[in-house]
Nanobody, 126 residues
Framework: QVQLVESGGGLVQAGGSLRLSCAASGRDLSRYAMGWFRQAPGKEREFVAAISWSGANTYYADSVKGRFTISRDSAKNTEYLQMDSLKPEDTAVYYC???????????????????WGQGALVTVSS
């Protein structure tokens, strides 16, 4: 059974950095697009970033562009989200996701994404 497990969340002060990891097990996801989403308390889940299976294409929400960087290491079946210049409004549970179709991430077909992780809490204090 395929599983995505996020790690690296925690508490950080505003302006600080964190790196989230999402490790896949049970299936080789090297040909899957992968992405990150987040859900703040009382709000809907929102898209953060996505990366194509080759790593050649990336896509970011405007709210994180220039501050967050998505990457992947297919040999380790893992994707990453480097978060810099964090703001209190970045506080949320962060989820990773994977799907064979990159277009589902960038065309907002998120309900059809095949695999989701359990989430990792990121708290940014002011």
């Amino acid at each position: 059974q395929v599983q995505l497990v996020e790690s690296g969340g925690g508490l950080v002060q505003a302006g600080g950095s964190l790196r989230l990891s999402c490790a896949a097990s049970g299936r080789d996801l090297s040909r899957y697009a992968m992405g990150w989403f987040r859900q703040a308390p009382g709000k809907e889940r929102e898209f953060v970033a996505a990366i194509s299976w080759s790593g050649a294409n990336t896509y970011y929400a405007d709210s994180v562009k220039g501050r967050f960087t998505i990457s992947r290491d297919s040999a380790k079946n893992t994707e990453y989200l480097q978060m810099d210049s964090l703001k209190p409004e970045d506080t949320a549970v962060y989820y990773c996701a994977a799907d064979p179709t990159y277009g589902r991430f960038i065309h907002s077909d998120w309900a059809y994404l095949e695999i989701w992780g359990q989430g990792a809490l990121v708290t940014v204090s002011s």
